[in-house]
C-alpha cells in the first residue's frame, strides 16, 4: 500500500476544530494556548520537558484571555502576539532566546544568546524568525480555509478530494478522454450549488459505486486492488471535509 504524505504544518484548521470538540480544552483560554504552542506549533522540540515547562508556566498573552475558540482569533491579534520592535521581544523570540531553552538546545553553550559563537547565533536567528512567520502564516491560511470553504462548490469540492489524494499518495492521475466536468455532472447532481453540508448532497458524494467510478476515470489504476485502494483514500478525503465543512458552517 501506498504511503500518504504528512500533513502540511499549515493545517491550522483542523487542529482548531479538533481543539473545540475537546472539553478540556473548548473555551479555555489557557488549554487552548498551551495546547497550540505545545501540540501544534513547538511540538517537536516540546518533546523536552523543559522546554513543555516554558508554556505552561508563561504568562497569558492578553490576546488569548477570555478567548473561546481560535476560529474567532482576528490577524491583528495574532500579529500583535507575534510581532514586536525587536527579535528579542517577538514571540518566538521570548521563548526560544530564554535560558531554558538555549540550555536544553545548546547543552554545551552558557545560556545567553550573547555568548553563543556566532556560528550557533546566526541560524538561531533565522529560527526565530522562520518561526513567527510560520504562526502568521498559519493563521492567515486558516482563515482563507474557511472562506473558501464556505464558498466551494460541489464540483470544486470533487476536483479537490481528487487532487488531494493524488498529492497525498503519488497515485497517477490519468489523462481523461474527456473534460473532467463533464464526467462529473454526469454522476454528480448539483454541481454548481455551495456544498454546506447537506444530508443528501452528503449521501451522493460517499456513494460507494460513484466513488469506484471517480478511482477508475481519474487515475492510472492497474488492478482491482488498486482501484479499492483510491476508492477507499478518496472516501475518507469526503468524509474529511464533510466534517470539516459543516463544522465551519456552525460558525
Given amino acids: 500500500m501506498r504511503q500518504t504524505k504528512g500533513e502540511s504544518f ?20 489557557k488549554a487552548i494556548f498551551e495546547n497550540l504552542m505545545i501540540e501544534f506549533f513547538f511540538k517537536h522540540e516540546c518533546e523536552e520537558k523543559s522546554i513543555l515547562a516554558i508554556f505552561k508556566n508563561m504568562e497569558l498573552p492578553k490576546q488569548f484571555k477570555g478567548l473561546k475558540s481560535l476560529l474567532y482569533m482576528p490577524l491583528d491579534s495574532v500579529s500583535g502576539f507575534v510581532n514586536a520592535d525587536t527579535i528579542n521581544d517577538t514571540f518566538a523570540g521570548r521563548v526560544m532566546l530564554s535560558r531554558r531553552y538555549l540550555k536544553c538546545v545548546y547543552p554545551l553553550q552558557e545560556p545567553e544568546f550573547k555568548m553563543l559563537p556566532v ?39 470533487i476536483a479537490l478530494v481528487i487532487k488531494n489524494v493524488h498529492l497525498k499518495t503519488g497515485f497517477p492521475l490519468k489523462d481523461t478522454k474527456r473534460p473532467a466536468v463533464e464526467i462529473i455532472k454526469e454522476n454528480y447532481n448539483g454541481c454548481a450549488q455551495i456544498f454546506n453540508g447537506d444530508p443528501d448532497v452528503v449521501v451522493d458524494l460517499t456513494d460507494n459505486k460513484k466513488i469506484r467510478l471517480l478511482a477508475k476515470e481519474f487515475y492510472l489504476v492497474h488492478s482491482h486492488k488498486d482501484i479499492v485502494e483510491i476508492s477507499d483514500l478518496l472516501k475518507k478525503e469526503f468524509k474529511r471535509f464533510v466534517w470539516r465543512i459543516s463544522k465551519i458552517m456552525q460558525i
Fill in 10 to 29: 499549515y493545517n491550522l484548521l483542523e487542529f482548531v476544530l479538533n481543539m473545540d470538540e475537546n472539553p478540556s480544552i473548548s473555551a479555555n483560554d
Fill in 119 to 157: 556560528e550557533i547565533q546566526l541560524p538561531l536567528i533565522d529560527r526565530i524568525k522562520d518561526k513567527n512567520n510560520n504562526i502568521i502564516k498559519a493563521f492567515e491560511k486558516m482563515h482563507k480555509d474557511i472562506e473558501d470553504d464556505r464558498n466551494r462548490t460541489v464540483m470544486k469540492l
